[in-house]
């Protein structure tokens, strides 16, 4: 193709997500919107999966049996999650192998929340009603982005999250209606999860490389300082009602803005634990390596056995 | 990464009740087809959605290449003798 | 305790399901591939739910004021009556498989015969759980079979976990003194009677995996007597631990 051609397919294209027309995997596209959407995807299907490894800390441990079932049941969901984004970024041409080779090499990223450890069990509640809280923040916007396997998934992510941040906040709400001990406890992982959660809606505008592109091609709807912003509103009364204070000296509302005003963040601290050096990040990525590399020989297993039983088929037929 | 082969991608398709066609749910990998029924299952089915499940390894599927549409669908869209409001009837005629 | 006989066979059910839905929640998030993790985490889910309606029903007849969670939480290791095979760890993918597969056999014939139970709400439990039991016993031999029939390593592997765990197969066809009065009673089953049928189910998956059904006949017991492996205490101490550091607080 030449280089006009190629132009004007891409005109052509943009056209197409313009006027809200869902592009899908054997469409033609821009070799950057396949690469870029595989990169989003992929990180995304990697946050899901690493996800479970902080919660899932916690799944013997669980204070009673309706604690346990909710979070077994939570942290499954999330592998449904990985599952269906990574059945979306395999129609993008790449598959799950590769796409886990890069996340256990180090190539991808993640949710850079997911490298903070749970030490306590109101971290659970913290994770739920913060973290998927954020999340869906994130997410929902995305059941309309311009790549259709990817809003399909989406979609599907989104009715299931449902659960998960109600499932959160009331494990908050029993501590701090609990003992004094209890109510501690809450506010001690609140104090932990506040900051990690608000750096978990990206780097500010002014520092974010990608939000142009991703806005036209609808993976983003709103820049992450919006997003930012409109977690915190939403957030703040929540933490009222708990009773807890948020760790923000700065915090304070503003009649103006009809907004909260919030204190500086750590963006060393942020960069710090993207660059791996997180309390958790060698962690969590040993368990994932661990668990891949301890589960080959069973996968080749039944792939041997497979074979073998269509070995077995076909020579009946013959 | 181990040499040998990958377990293969399904399609699967989930009937979500009785009356209700069969409609494309997602994919996911397994060895072979009980597997992926099982893995459908358990993957797909985990809040009541369906009563019946296909899977198909996703190799099976031929699907027709955009780059056609043109051919293969606007000839239909001209078509409108196939579609009863073409047809003008006085509205004295009722059942119909 | 008005009924401490069926009190007792009702937590001889229920821990067996307790303690290998633990062990199942274990795995989650690390399991061998994402779609497997996601099928042992529903089996756990099955048991655990299957716990709770037992708990529940023990609490009642207790009528000490105790809730599914202090049973379930707050005994003594020599308090829990499981048997040894479902305390036994995830040593590896095919431990997990074959203490499944062992102990789902057994878990569906005693259903299928705790469902004529006298005991109405006994009944009602066996009914929706075998279902559910049916499916993972499905899972469990189609995994012996694939082990088996795999690959040299898997076939040795799953060899092993079989030939280690069969041990502890044969205290499933112990009778205790709860089960005695319960099976007169027309409640309880009589877990002595589902042997042969057992080891013929057993014994044909595992030729058709391609395995060696273990020879010895040497067998551990002590479980449903509250007299555990090793392992038991670690499991209680990963089970218990809030309600123990925490005692007499809601979650
Ligand atoms: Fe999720
Ligand atoms: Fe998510
Ligand atoms: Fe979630």
Redesign the interface.
């Known amino acids: 193709m030449s280089e006009e051609q190629i132009k004007n397919l891409e005109e052509q294209f943009e056209a197409r997500i313009a006027r809200d027309e869902k592009i899908e995997p054997k469409d033609w596209m821009p070799e950057k919107y396949r690469q870029t959407h595989i990169r989003q995807i992929s990180q995304h299907a990697h946050s899901e999966i690493v996800g479970m490894l902080p919660e899932g800390n916690w799944i013997t441990r669980a204070p009673s049996l309706r604690r346990k079932v909710a979070l077994l049941a939570k942290v499954q969901d999330e592998a449904g999650h990985g599952l269906y984004l990574y059945s979306a970024c395999e129609t993008l041409g790449i598959s799950r192998d590769e796409l886990y080779e890069q996340l256990h090499s180090g190539k991808a990223k993640y949710s850079s929340i997911f490298n903070y450890p749970t030490v306590t069990w109101a971290d659970i509640g913290a994770i739920g009603w913060l973290v998927d809280g954020a999340a869906i923040i994130n997410q929902v916007p995305l059941c309309s982005t311009s790549f259709g396997p990817y809003a399909r998934a989406m979609v599907r992510v989104c009715k299931e999250e449902s659960f998960h941040q109600r499932q959160g906040y009331e494990i908050m709400l029993k501590l701090c209606n609990g003992t004094p001990e209890q109510k501690e406890m809450a506010q001690d992982a609140l104090n932990r999860w506040w900051w990690p959660s608000l750096m978990m809606l990206g780097p500010t505008d002014d520092m974010s490389v990608h939000t142009e592109q991703s806005m036209k091609w609808k993976l983003k709807r709103k820049t992450n300082d919006e997003l930012r912003q409109q977690f915190i509103d939403q957030t703040v009364p929540q933490a009222d009602i708990l009773g807890l204070t948020i760790p923000d000296s700065d915090l304070k509302w503003n009649e103006e803005r009809q907004s909260y005003d919030f204190g500086e963040i750590d963006w060393d601290e942020f960069w710090q634990v993207v660059k791996g050096h997180g309390p958790m990040n060698n962690a969590r990525m040993k368990a994932r390596v661990g668990a891949w590399e301890r589960g080959e020989w069973v996968r080749d297993a039944a792939m041997a056995h497979a074979e073998k039983q269509q070995e077995r088929k076909n020579k009946q037929v013959v | 990464?181990?040499n040998?082969?990958?377990?293969p991608?399904w399609e699967v398709f989930v009937r979500s009740k009785n009356g209700l066609e069969h409609r494309h749910f997602?994919?996911?990998?397994?060895?072979?087809a009980?597997?992926a029924l099982?893995?459908a299952?358990?993957?797909y089915t985990?809040?009541n959605e369906g009563v019946s499940i296909w899977v198909v390894e996703s190799k099976h599927i031929t699907?027709s290449?955009?780059?056609h549409n043109g051919e293969l669908f606007e000839p239909a869209q001209d078509k409108v003798y196939r579609h009863p409001t073409f047809y003008d009837l006085p509205d004295d005629v009722k059942h119909m | 305790m008005k009924n401490k006989n069926l009190y007792n066979y009702i937590l001889g059910i229920a821990d067996n399901s307790l303690i290998l839905g633990q062990r199942l929640g274990e795995l989650c998030g690390h399991g061998p591939s994402l779609e497997t993790d996601i099928a042992c985490t529903n089996m756990s889910l099955d048991l655990l739910g299957q716990v709770r309606s037992y708990y529940q029903y023990a609490a009642k007849i207790a009528e000490d004021g105790r809730t599914e969670d202090d049973i379930a939480m707050l005994r003594k290791e020599r308090e829990y009556f499981n048997v040894l095979l479902v305390e036994q760890p995830n040593t590896d993918f095919g431990y997990t498989m074959a203490r499944q597969f062992l102990f789902d056999v057994y878990h569906f014939l005693m259903l299928t015969e705790l469902e004529k139970s006298t005991d109405l709400n006994l009944s009602a439990i066996a009914k929706k759980s075998i279902k559910e039991v049916s499916y993972h016993k499905r899972f469990s031999s189609d995994w012996i079979k694939r082990l088996g029939d795999g690959t040299e390593e898997s076939h040795s592997r799953i060899q092993t976990a079989i030939n280690d765990l069969w041990t502890y197969t044969d205290e499933l066809f112990h009778q205790t003194e709860a089960d005695k009065v319960m099976v007169a009673e027309g409640v309880g089953v009589d877990v002595t009677k589902l042997k042969d049928a057992y080891y013929e189910e057993v014994n044909a998956i595992l030729e058709e995996a391609t395995l060696s059904v273990p020879e010895s006949k040497y067998f551990q017991k002590g479980g449903k007597q509250g007299i555990h492996t090793e392992h038991m205490g670690y499991l209680l101490a990963d089970l218990q631990y809030m309600q123990r550091t925490y005692p007499n607080m809601e979650w």
């Open positions: 990464m181990s040998k082969k990958n377990w991608l997602g994919s996911l990998h397994a060895a072979d009980e597997m099982e893995n299952r358990d993957v985990r809040r699907a290449n955009p780059e």
